[in-house]
T-cell receptor, first 111, second 117 residues
Framework: DAKTTQPTSMDCAEGRAANLPCNHS???????VYWYRQIHSQGPQYIIH???NNETNEMASLIITEDRKSSTLILPHATLRDTAVYYC????????????FGKGTSLLVTP | GAVVSQHPSWVICKSGTSVKIECRSL??????MFWYRQFPKQSLMLMAT?????????EQGVEKDKFLINHASLTLSTLTVTSAHPEDSSFYIC?????????????FGSGTQLSVL
């Protein structure tokens, strides 16, 4: 599976959009970009995933660059409860569901 | 949405004893379940993959005789930490998928904090 690079930490003011970048420059054509988050001492929570088109759901938007080498997770109106570690994971469709979590980005939403 | 229930949430045991952790899929049948371990301030590390009715597949470096996994039904997988020692103290998390089809999301349990004295 392609390796991902994320900033270690980010801050965001409550009510503002949080834009979390992820670099996956070695991604191949059959690999998806998944985003999960983990609130302290809880199990990870699925956020969104995509292949090449931008995606939006009730939680977030995922913007994937045209060359697919990077993506951005957007939380449009961050709340204090969005404080968590966010993981960007590239998953090969042939390797099944076993997710290899990197170090992620620790997002702190401040009042 | 689909729910994965993990029990217990936390457990404290004496060194040398065994601890069993249960992972249940509440509203779907999980053909595959995954077990992860997470040490403080570190990321999740995949320990093993279990498929219903067959032996689990362990990641390199994970002792299969120490971490016994049983996936006897489509809604239940158990992880037993045998002869636990203080270095086994960790946050254990299970996850489940509904089928073999890719492009689906995984559902995670809430985790079990194991403390071995």
């Amino acid at each position: 599976d392609a390796k991902t690079t994320q900033p270690t930490s980010m801050d965001c003011a409550e009510g503002r959009a949080a834009n979390l970048p992820c670099n996956h420059s070695t991604i191949s054509g059959n690999e998806y970009v998944y985003w999960y988050r983990q609130i302290h001492s809880q199990g990870p929570q699925y956020i969104i995933h995509g292949l090449k088109n931008n995606e939006t759901n009730e939680m977030a938007s995922l913007i994937i660059t045209e060359d697919r080498k990077s993506s951005t997770l957007i939380l449009p109106h961050a709340t204090l409860r969005d404080t968590a570690v966010y993981y960007c994971i590239v998953v090969n469709s042939n390797s099944g569901y076993a997710l290899n979590f990197g170090k992620g980005t620790s997002l702190l939403v401040t009042p | 949405g689909a729910v994965v229930s993990q029990h217990p949430s936390w457990v404290i045991c004496k060194s040398g004893t065994s601890v069993k952790i249960e992972c249940r899929s509440l509203d779907f049948q999980a053909t595959t379940m995954f077990w992860y371990r997470q040490f403080p301030k570190q990321s999740l590390m995949l320990m093993a993959t279990s498929n219903e009715g067959s032996k689990a597949t362990y990641e390199q470096g994970v002792e299969k005789d120490k971490f016994l996994i049983n996936h006897a039904s489509l809604t239940l997988s158990t992880l037993t930490v045998t002869s636990a020692h203080p270095e086994d103290s960790s946050f254990y998390i299970c996850s489940a998928s509904e089928g073999q089809k890719f492009n689906e999301k995984l559902f995670f349990g809430s985790g079990t904090q194991l403390s071995v004295l």
